[in-house]
């Protein structure tokens, strides 16, 4: 069975702070996203990585996917309260639609 | 308006009752999900169909059981609840070829069996 694992689990930091979020697998995949869960509601979709050691920035979130696509890290710089949710990785194996979540980790950014 | 809307959004029930989760999506697309997340926030896949079929069938109990009438809705009915069914029920939609696949979560079901 495939497994995504997500580390930390939990992580609380101060505004401004940066921080990396990790998701490892054995397995490959052939693209990787990464989701963002507010409480109340359903996971957003923030990224989709498909190329091994493809970086991609969005605003002061830089995405990496793993040379062999078997990994992939969420680096939040300055990370502020809005940056604060569940975020979970999700992978695809090759050939499939079905896409298997991470285990998530949960971020609070204190004010 | 809203893309993957389910209701109802909260559900309390007994065990043993039988209950449904109905989803629809307006975006188009021709693959629908239901996600179960526990309450440790962990998200698993239950059952998948793409144009009507069922593509996706995991480990589940038989007591679960969906029905897609057409692409724009997959509804889920569970029989005689139990405790363990409590969790929140995620319906999903995404369209195969797009890149990436994105998959469109609906606000969830917050299921509490009593």
């Known amino acids: 069975t495939q497994l995504l694992e997500q580390s930390p689990q939990f992580l609380s930091i101060q505004e401004g702070e940066n921080l990396t979020v990790y998701c490892n697998s054995s397995?490959?995949?052939?693209?990787l996203q990464w989701y963002r869960q507010e409480p109340g509601e359903g996971p957003v979709l923030l990224v989709t990585v498909v190329t091994g050691g493809e970086v991609k920035k969005l605003k002061r979130l830089t995405f990496q996917f793993g040379d062999a696509r078997k990994d992939s890290s969420l680096h939040i710089t300055a990370a502020q309260p809005g940056d604060t949710g569940l975020y979970l990785c999700?992978?695809?194996?090759?050939?499939?639609?079905?896409?298997?979540f991470g285990t998530g980790t949960r971020l609070k950014v204190l004010a | 308006d809203t893309a993957v809307s389910q209701t109802p959004k909260y559900l309390v029930t007994q065990m043993g009752n039988d209950k449904s989760i109905k989803c629809e999506q307006n975006?188009?697309?021709?693959?629908m999900y239901w996600y179960k997340q526990d309450s440790k926030k962990f998200l698993k896949i239950m059952f998948s169909y793409n144009n009507k079929e069922l593509i996706i069938n995991e480990t589940v109990p038989n007591r679960f059981s969906p029905k897609s009438p057409d692409k724009a809705h997959l509804n889920l009915h569970i029989n005689s609840l139990e405790l363990g069914d409590s969790a929140v029920y995620f319906c999903?939609?995404?369209?195969?070829?797009?890149?990436?696949?994105?998959?469109?979560f609906g606000e969830g079901s917050w299921l509490t069996v009593v």
């Open positions: 999903a939609s995404s369209q195969t070829g797009s890149s990436g696949n994105t998959i469109y």
């Open positions: 975006l188009g697309h021709d693959t």
């Open positions: 999700a992978g695809a194996p090759p050939g499939t639609y079905k896409y298997i």
């Open positions: 397995s490959v995949f052939s693209s």
